[in-house]
């Protein structure tokens, strides 16, 4: 018996597209036949090292495969993992020599998944076989966010991503993705100049972006920010041949002053209050405070352990407030009425120390205008937090080091130490999940919930808001150490004070 099966042109089969090769065959194909991938991340390399690559496989050929697919519906091959730059030369040494060996490339087939794959491929390869310039990886970063956004039914976060590209094998934190997308969504306008961008030299950038960009909220005026940035960064480039975040920040910002309206200030920050005024607001404030709210920190548990109470030093105080290893608990039951008698003299011990320290700590915020931002809360360390103060209506004060510093130059330090302090720092970057964290019970105003929900908004308020305090506790330090500084009284009232609720604490659980 035979089968007719027909004249091609007559049966409809398609001879043009060649039939599939299975996963993991080598082959040898013509570097005709093999396209190069059109999203490469590697956007710029080194002269040097590509001639020095070309004059190799002159001498030597070919030594490594290349990994192909093919795209469904295509009779084309192209790079899966790499191999750019090897088909690169060898395609350049076949037109310029017409030797045969430089035309044909050894090529191991892949089975074709889908882009994400593709692109996540070639991306660990470009990694392993020589560092990236920070430009390129934010381009082939953003690149694989758009195409995992457009198979996502809601906008990703940072985290969100963060997650995604660890299920791809690429490691990389949600704060360097922010650094990322924010160059690649606006520093492009650099040109050529992209080439020098570092995460240092980036940083100084957003940071001034988020600054001025809630500068213009305040000013009414955010629909013209983006314009205004892209085209003064444009400005400077068509000005300047070698790039200089610094000059560049300062020729932004001068141009901002120059075009919006800075000066219509209409509820302008005051000036610090002397330590007297503080006092008097800090009672008046006090006077309006609900009992219930002040006597709330009875039902906090004490946090991290500090150790040995007894030989307690400040310095070592300090200290521990920078340990990641300082988990705080969330509420408690309150005591019960079956209590044993002698176990309340220490639980009202308990409330005189937190009202005291409830007190200098609203009296060190309004010396540095930041007494909007205390808020009692029973879930907190020390029975308190401290909110996000109001960006927008902030008028940023030229040579400010942050946004919060226009209200006070020791507003930041000051904002940063408390968050510290209070043990909010650690809940904010809690990724665990913990259902008892305190944040998740705050009103959906709460700029300080917003920021745990949307990392987004919290480089947002930290980097143009807060700033980077590197130097926190050396700054922190010196306020306790210099004799006739202002804030020294108040660090040792609160030192003494924290120390006292400790021991408490530590009595309670025994």
Same mark, same amino acid.
């Given at each position: ?16 597209? %060649? ?15 093999? @396209? ?6 590697? /956007? ?9 690559? %070309? ?13 192909? =697919?093919?795209?469904? $519906? ?62 390129? #990886?934010?381009?082939?970063?953003? +690149?694989?966010? &758009?195409?995992? *956004? ?24 949600? %704060? ?17 100049? !992209? ?7 980036? +940083?100084?950038?957003? #940071? ?8 213009? /909220?305040?000013? *009414? *005026? ?22 200089? !975040?610094?000059?560049?920040? @300062?020729?932004?910002? $001068? ?16 000036? !610090? ?10 009672? !008046? ?28 030093? +400040? ?31 220490? =639980?009202?011990? /308990?409330?005189?120390?937190? #009202? ?42 030229? $040579? ?43 009103? &959906?105003?709460? #700029? ?8 987004? /908004? ?8 807060? $700033? ?43």
């Amino acid at each position: 018996m035979s089968l007719n099966l027909g004249v091609p042109n007559k049966s409809g089969m398609d001879l043009s597209v %060649k039939q599939v090769a299975l996963p993991g065959t080598f082959m040898t194909l013509s570097v005709e036949e093999i @396209d190069f991938f059109e999203h490469n991340p590697r /956007k710029h390399q080194d002269a040097e090292s590509l001639n020095s690559l %070309k004059e190799s496989v002159r001498a030597a050929g070919i030594q490594q495969p290349v990994h192909v =697919t093919q795209r469904p $519906g295509s009779n084309r091959y192209v790079l899966s993992q790499g191999g750019n730059s090897r088909l690169k030369v060898l395609k350049e040494l076949f037109a310029e020599t017409g030797e045969p060996r430089f035309g044909r490339m050894p090529c191991i087939y892949q089975e074709y998944s889908n882009e994400t794959n593709l692109q996540v491929a070639h991306l660990i390869e470009n990694e392993q076989r020589a560092e990236m310039c920070f430009w390129d #990886k934010a381009c082939a970063y953003g +690149e694989l966010r &758009d195409i995992m *956004q457009q198979e996502a039914d809601h906008r990703l976060s940072l985290r969100e991503l963060e997650i995604l590209f660890q299920d791809y094998g690429l490691s990389i934190s949600h %704060k360097t993705l922010g650094l990322f997308f924010f160059a690649e969504e606006n520093l492009s306008v650099l040109g050529q100049m !992209a080439v020098d961008l570092s995460t240092s030299k980036t +940083e100084v950038l957003r #940071k001034l972006h988020g600054t001025l960009s809630a500068e213009s /909220k305040r000013l *009414q *005026q955010q629909e013209l920010f983006d314009d205004f940035w892209l085209s003064s960064v444009e400005n400077w480039v068509s000005n300047h041949t070698v790039f200089d !975040a610094v000059e560049l920040a @300062d020729f932004i910002d $001068g141009q901002f002053r120059e075009i919006f309206d800075t000066t219509d200030d209409t509820d302008p920050p005051q000036p !610090a209050p002397s330590a007297k005024q503080a006092v008097s607001a800090d009672s !008046a404030s006090q006077k309006e405070e609900p009992a219930a709210e002040v006597d709330s920190c009875l039902q906090s548990r004490q946090g991290q352990e500090l150790p040995e109470s007894a030989q307690y030093q +400040e310095q070592d105080f300090l200290q521990s407030l920078d340990e990641p290893s300082g988990t705080v608990h969330g509420v408690a039951n309150p005591p019960h009425e079956t209590e044993d008698a002698e176990q309340q003299p220490a =639980t009202f011990a /308990k409330t005189d120390i937190c #009202k005291k320290l409830h007190s200098v700590i609203r009296k060190w915020l309004s010396m540095v205008n930041l007494h909007n931002c205390f808020r009692s809360h029973p879930g907190f360390k020390y029975g308190f937090y401290i909110e996000y103060p109001s960006f927008e209506s902030i008028t940023r004060k030229p $040579g400010a080091y942050c946004l919060i510093d226009s209200l006070h130059n020791d507003a930041g330090n000051v904002f940063a130490y408390l968050s510290k302090f209070s043990g909010q720092e650690a809940w904010v970057y809690d990724d665990t999940g913990n259902p008892g964290n305190p944040i998740l019970t705050l009103g &959906d105003a709460s #700029k300080l919930k917003i920021a745990y929900q949307d990392p987004d /908004k919290l480089d947002e308020f930290n980097i143009g808001g807060i $700033g980077d305090r590197s130097n926190l506790l050396v700054k922190v330090f010196d306020w306790q150490t210099e004799k006739d500084h202002p804030y020294q009284p108040l660090i040792e009232e609160i030192i003494s004070l924290t120390k006292q609720f400790n021991v408490l604490g530590e009595d309670d659980e025994r």
